[in-house]
Every structure is written in C-alpha cells, then in structure tokens.
C-alpha cells in the first residue's frame, strides 16, 4: 500500500532552493566548445578544407543567396578576433535583402573553424579567403572587415586589388603600429594571460572597451565567449588566441594603407577607444593612443580617395551598437 509522504514545508523550500541553485549552477558550467557546435549561425554553415603545415583543416562559412531580386554583386565579411560569423547576422540580413550575395568566413583560428598549431599570417589568411571565393565562383566582392577583420580586408585588399570592388572597414584595429608603444610580449606569455579569461572579465572588458552602454542583448555575446573558458579543450583556444594576438602585434598594415587603390570608406564610432595590448599601458598612455575620432580621420587622410562615416555615441562595433544607422550608411555605400 503507497503512503503519501507528507514534507514539513521548511524541508519542502529547502529541496526547492537546493534544486534550483543546483539548476543555476549547472548552467553556470554549461560549456561551449572551442569550435562552437552549440552556437547556432544565423544561417547554414559550409566548410572549405585547407591544407597547411601538415594538416588538414577546415574553414567554415556561410554563403547566404539573395532574398530578393539579385543584383549580381557579392559582399565578404570578416569578423573581429573575439568573434565570428555568428555577430553578422542582422548585417547579413539586410544586405540579402537587397539582392546581396553575402560570404560569411570564419578564419581559420576562430568561430566554428579549425583551432590550429601554425603560423598565423593575414597574407596566409587572405590566400585562404581568396581560394574561397575562387571555389564558389565569385570574381569580384566587396570586402568588409570589422577590428582585425579590418586588417585582413587590407591585407586582402593589397594582395587582390583586382577582386575587390570596395574595401569597408568598420572600426578597423591596426590604425597604429602597436609594437611602437605597447611592450613586447611574447605568444607563451600572451598564452598566460588568455588562460585567465573568465565570463566575469570578457564581460568586464567589453562593457569597458567596446560599448558606450551596455545593454541585456549584449550578453549573448558574453555568453559565448564566456562559455568557451569552460570547455576542457580552452587552452588550446588560449594559445591560438595568443597566436593571433602576436600577429596583429607583428604584422601592421597602418605602413601601406597608401598603396590601397580600391574604393574605400571607413565607418567609425567616434567613441572607440581600443588598443591591442591596452592592460600593459598605464592610463596616462591609454588616453593617448586608441582615439578613433582622431584615428578614423588620419586614417582616411591616408588613402587615396578614401571616404568616412562617422557614428556619435557609438563605441567599437556600430553595426551592434548602432545597427540601423550602420545598416543605412553600408547600403549607401555599396
């Protein structure tokens, strides 16, 4: 015969608070793999394989078809280093909406591609982007990098003048050369620093760094980056980052933006005040490096032809911070 069990109440809200703490800490640890498989893209993903150093690789990308009448032209997009594909997708969307066909990489390093042991080049990196393009039959893109997507969009710009139709560089990083005033830190030392990354201080710095005001939507961005410091195979996302880190540090664009000859507008948020590197400077020497309302327009001033939009009280990313404002200026543009 059943007998009903009958808890004090006190014993009742106790279970309760016990399970439910149990629940949010659970979540709390809930991981996110290094090549995001729980992070859903805004559209398909696709992989383009790479072979280098010995190893076979994979690039992921989305290549997104026009929603409406086609206008024939393509627009490639390069994400920044502590993103992917994934922050793209109301960009995406609007240009597909206009009878854009959009190509989405995830470089090699980042997003949903392979996390690989090799020397990172932009050089290599724009090779790879080209073999992409090649591969799907696309002759001529326009190309729009954001932060070190930026640098790339140079760097392919420079090495494919031929492919691109404009370069669009949305607060692009590299408008200094770092390694001038930001002391030296080797990958193994940089790989110490990103081994310390936690939710708390991703958060922390893109309150700080990248937003004028933080607000809830953002917080998928740190869910993602946050969740990966939880995966068991985070320090190989730590050395890869600190490998990519060194690249930007080793490898400045700021030198040749003079050679650019492709159309090129830059769209700043005059409020950024991001420097690689910027925790080894001490606050006097931050105020002075970092400026885009200062950068944007030395920056523009130094190719040839070269046009700049500029948004108010908008920090390192307008197409997030700013999105219908960027949305307007971006189709004008192209």
Same mark, same amino acid.
């Given at each position: 015969?059943?007998?009903?069990?009958?808890?004090?109440?006190?014993?009742?809200?106790?279970?309760?608070?016990?399970?439910?703490?149990?629940?949010?800490?659970?979540?709390?640890?809930?991981?996110?793999?290094?090549?995001?498989?729980?992070?859903?893209?805004?559209?398909?993903?696709?992989?383009?394989?790479?072979?280098?150093?010995?190893? *076979?690789?994979?690039?992921?990308?989305? *290549?997104?078809?026009?929603?409406?009448?086609?206008?024939?032209?393509?627009?490639?997009?390069?994400?920044?280093?502590?993103?992917?594909?994934?922050?793209?997708?109301?960009?995406?969307?609007?240009?597909s909406?206009?009878?854009?066909?959009?190509?989405?990489?995830?470089?090699?390093?980042?997003?949903?591609?392979?996390?690989?042991?090799?020397?990172?080049?932009?050089?290599?990196?724009?090779?790879?982007?080209?073999?992409?393009?090649?591969?799907?039959?696309?002759?001529?893109?326009?190309?729009?990098?954001?932060?070190?997507?930026?640098?790339?969009?140079?760097?392919?710009?420079?090495?494919?003048?031929?492919?691109?139709?404009?370069?669009?560089?949305?607060?692009?990083?590299?408008?200094? *050369?770092?390694?001038?005033?930001?002391?030296?830190?080797?990958?193994?030392?940089?790989?110490?620093?990103?081994?310390?990354?936690?939710?708390?201080?991703?958060?922390?710095?893109?309150?700080?760094?990248?937003?004028?005001?933080?607000?809830?939507?953002?917080e998928?961005?740190?869910?993602?980056?946050?969740?990966?410091?939880?995966?068991?195979?985070?320090?190989?996302?730590?050395?890869?980052?600190?490998?990519?880190?060194?690249?930007?540090?080793?490898?400045?664009?700021?030198?040749?933006?003079?050679?650019?000859?492709v159309?090129?507008?830059?769209?700043?948020g005059?409020e950024?005040?991001?420097?690689?590197?910027?925790?080894?400077?001490?606050?006097?020497?931050?105020?002075?490096?970092?400026?885009?309302?200062?950068?944007?327009?030395?920056?523009?001033?130094?190719?040839?032809?070269?046009?700049?939009?500029?948004?108010?009280?908008?920090?390192?990313?307008?197409?997030?911070?700013v999105?219908?404002?960027?949305?307007?200026?971006?189709?004008?543009?192209?």
């Open positions: 015969m059943l007998r009903k069990i009958i808890l004090p109440f006190s014993f009742s809200l106790l279970l309760l608070l016990t399970i439910t703490v149990s629940s949010f800490a659970h979540q709390k640890a809930d991981t996110i793999s290094i090549t995001l498989e729980g992070v859903k893209y805004g559209y398909p993903i696709k992989y383009y394989p790479i072979h280098t150093e010995g190893q *076979d690789l994979r690039m992921a990308y989305m *290549d997104v078809l026009p929603t409406q009448l086609n206008n024939g032209r393509t627009v490639v997009l390069f994400h920044g280093k502590n993103f992917g594909g994934y922050y793209w997708t109301n960009v995406i969307k609007a240009l909406s206009r009878g854009f066909r959009v190509i989405v990489p995830d470089q090699i390093g980042f997003g949903k591609s392979s996390k690989a042991y090799i020397h990172y080049s932009f050089h290599q990196m724009s090779k790879w982007n080209k073999g992409l393009l090649d591969t799907l039959g696309i002759k001529r893109a326009s190309v729009l990098g954001h932060s070190m997507g930026g640098m790339l969009a140079t760097r392919f710009a420079l090495l494919y003048p031929e492919v691109t139709e404009k370069l669009l560089l949305e607060n692009p990083i590299g408008l200094e *050369d770092y390694k001038t005033f930001i002391p030296y830190i080797n990958t193994e030392d940089q790989y110490k620093t990103e081994l310390k990354a936690t939710s708390e201080s991703i958060r922390k710095y893109y309150q700080t760094s990248y937003f004028t005001v933080w607000k809830p939507e953002y998928e961005l740190v869910r993602i980056a946050g969740g990966i410091t939880n995966s068991g195979d985070f320090p190989r996302f730590a050395k890869v980052a600190a490998m990519t880190y060194t690249m930007i540090y080793e490898q400045p664009v700021v030198y040749e933006f003079y050679n650019l000859r159309p090129t507008i830059l769209f700043i005059r950024d005040k991001t420097i690689l590197g910027k925790s080894l400077l001490s606050p006097d020497q931050q105020a002075i490096h970092g400026q885009y309302k200062l950068l944007g327009k030395q920056t523009a001033a130094k190719i040839p032809g070269a046009k700049i939009i500029e948004f108010e009280a908008c920090g390192h990313i307008p197409h997030i911070e999105p219908t404002e960027f949305t307007v200026a971006l189709l004008g543009s192209l």
